[in-house]
């Protein structure tokens, strides 16, 4: 009987929020938080799984029309955890892929909600273990492509390359700079004495569709009020620092704050990978909290428990840089935090966030891992 083990990394975004709709260029890093799946391969279309963190089973035929109809075989809706693996299965056969049966056990300590990609660590992990039982010996970033879909088109969210991205393509102690347009990426280092220290404010999203909506079509709204002035321009991935500064004149002023914010920002990434490159963690850092202020005043997607998470977080011993990350309207920050000063920071901002809040900061300490396994247990 052939056994499988799988196991998928969450990421935190370190720079670069909010670009990836604007061809931009993010800075991601895998984190030391996993999905684990042990699995033994089925001689028939099924797939039977059992989810440990939900005590709950599920059963599911491995047929388009059996995934299209989101059902189990007894014609039960397939649970929302469900639709994960399920839409990797159906994106691939999809996509012509022989997908074998599997009776899976799968485990998570991502924290869902936390902005830490759960969701795109269970898809990683099951495409990467369907991947090695195949034989198929897909290319990193087609996996990571074929996540996505499934997330896009089977789960429906709407979400870029950037998580599934960085769970497939992680590199221990690294960060990866990723350019969503052309799919290239570079591994910069993580200084070895950092810890990068993910703060959960609590605070779900409750606004966020509708005001994530209205800032990408703000994007869209400058480029094209840009475009007589700086003819072939795409995105605001094209539009210079200088070129904005001289122009910025023609947006209207809600406009023209959010696309301030999406130039100057993968300029920031740009700067920030130099940094790193040449160990100052200091500068890093500094484009960290400027990252921050102009999410917070500029694209107007932080939220007061955000905030003083950052500005508490900056006056402590040994932290370096912090900032929201993801999205906004709520979730996480993330810190760089000098390893020897991370126990009293963990302390103080959760002690801080309660008095100051009344709500409690989940925080996690991680750093930069390798991305997604999968190998046969003899």
């Known amino acids: ?92 056969l999809k996509a012509g892929y022989p997908v074998a049966g599997i009776e899976a056990t799968y485990t998570s300590d991502v924290p869902v909600g936390a ?66 347009r052309d799919l290239t990426y570079e591994a910069v280092p993580l200084p070895a004495n950092v810890m990068l220290v993910i703060a959960d404010s609590g605070v779900r999203r409750s606004l966020a569709t509708s005001a994530y909506n209205e800032r990408r079509l703000a994007c869209e709204e400058a480029v094209e009020r840009l475009k007589p002035h700086l003819p072939g321009i795409q995105a ?65 997607v932080s939220t007061p428990e955000l905030d003083f998470l950052v500005e508490f977080a900056l006056n402590q011993p040994g932290c370096w840089g912090a900032r929201l990350t993801g999205a906004g309207f709520g979730g996480c920050t993330v810190n760089l935090v000098q390893r020897e000063w991370v126990e009293p920071f963990v302390r103080n901002l959760k002690e801080a966030y309660q008095r100051e809040t009344g709500r409690m900061a989940e925080v996690y300490v991680c750093l930069a891992s390798a991305g997604a396994s999968a190998h046969r247990i003899e």
């Open 115 to 180: 902005g830490l990609s759960s969701s795109a660590a269970v898809e990683v992990a099951f495409a990467t273990l369907w991947n090695v039982i195949g034989g198929w010996a897909l290319r990193p970033m087609d996996l990571a492509r074929l996540c996505q879909q499934a997330e896009n088109k089977y789960v429906g969210v709407n979400c870029g390359l950037m998580d599934q991205f960085a769970s497939v393509h992680g590199i221990a102690g690294h960060a990866l700079c990723f350019d969503v």
């Open 1 to 92: 009987m052939e056994r499988f083990f799988s196991t998928a990394p969450g990421r935190v975004n370190l720079l670069g929020e909010h670009v990836d709709y604007n061809q931009g260029i993010v800075l991601p890093a895998a984190v030391n938080r996993y999905v684990k799946i042990h699995a033994r391969r089925l001689n028939e279309p099924r797939v039977i799984l059992y989810a440990m963190d939900f005590s709950q089973q599920v059963e599911f035929l491995l047929s388009l029309e059996a995934l299209e109809a989101r059902e189990d075989p007894y014609g039960n809706p397939l649970p929302s955890w469900a639709l994960y693996p399920g839409g990797v299965a159906w994106v691939l």
């Open 236 to 300: 605001l991935r094209d539009v210079s620092v200088d070129d904005f500064i001289r122009l910025a004149h023609l947006l209207p002023e809600v406009v023209r704050r959010r696309a301030q914010h999406v130039v100057e920002e993968i300029a920031r990434v740009e700067a920030a990978v130099k940094a790193l490159k040449q160990g100052d963690v200091a500068l890093f850092g500094r484009y960290m909290k400027e990252g921050h202020r102009s999410l917070r005043d500029l694209y107007e």
